[in-house]
C-alpha cells in the first residue's frame, strides 16, 4: 500500500516546539524533493517548508523562516519538520507531500503527487 504517514503533532503553548515526521511505505521518498504543507478549516492550504532530493537545498514560506526547520532522514525515506518557537498562527493541520520532481521545491500543491493524510498541531496563546 502506498501511503506517507506523517506524526509528532500535538498540543503545545506558544513558544514551545514540535518535531514532525512524514514515513513513506510503497514508496520512496529518496530521490525526490518533499514538501510541508498546512491547512486550517476554512482557510486555503498553504505551502510551508520543502527539500530538496540530497537535503541540501530547502524553501521556506516567509512566516516561518528561522523558526522551522526541515530536514531529511540518513535512510532518506523520512523527512522532519523541527518546528521552534510556535505561535497560536502555525495551528493548522500539517501534511507532507512528495514531489513530481528531485529538485523542485515548489510552492505549488499541484507539483506534488502522493500526500499523507496529516497531523495537527495546535498551539495554545
Known amino acids: 500500500q502506498v501511503q506517507l504517514v506523517e506524526s509528532g503533532g500535538g498540543l503545545v503553548q506558544a513558544g514551545g516546539s514540535l518535531r514532525l515526521s512524514c514515513a513513506a511505505s510503497?514508496?520512496?521518498?529518496?530521490?525526490?524533493?518533499v514538501g510541508w504543507f498546512r491547512q486550517d478549516p476554512g482557510k486555503e492550504r498553504e505551502f510551508v517548508a520543502a527539500?530538496?532530493?540530497?537535503?541540501?537545498?530547502?524553501n521556506y514560506r516567509d512566516s516561518v523562516k528561522g523558526r522551522f526547520t526541515i530536514s531529511r532522514g540518513n535512510a532518506g525515506n523520512t523527512v522532519y519538520l523541527q518546528m521552534d518557537s510556535l505561535k497560536p498562527e502555525d495551528t493548522a493541520a500539517y501534511f507532507c507531500?512528495?514531489?513530481?520532481?528531485?529538485?523542485?521545491?515548489?510552492?505549488?500543491?499541484?507539483?506534488?503527487?502522493?500526500w499523507g493524510q496529516g497531523t495537527q498541531v495546535t498551539v495554545s496563546s
Open positions: 510503497g514508496i520512496l521518498l529518496g530521490g525526490y524533493a
Open positions: 527539500i530538496n532530493w540530497n537535503g541540501r537545498n530547502t
Open positions: 507531500a512528495r514531489g513530481i520532481y528531485n529538485n523542485d521545491l515548489s510552492a505549488a500543491g499541484d507539483n506534488y503527487d502522493y
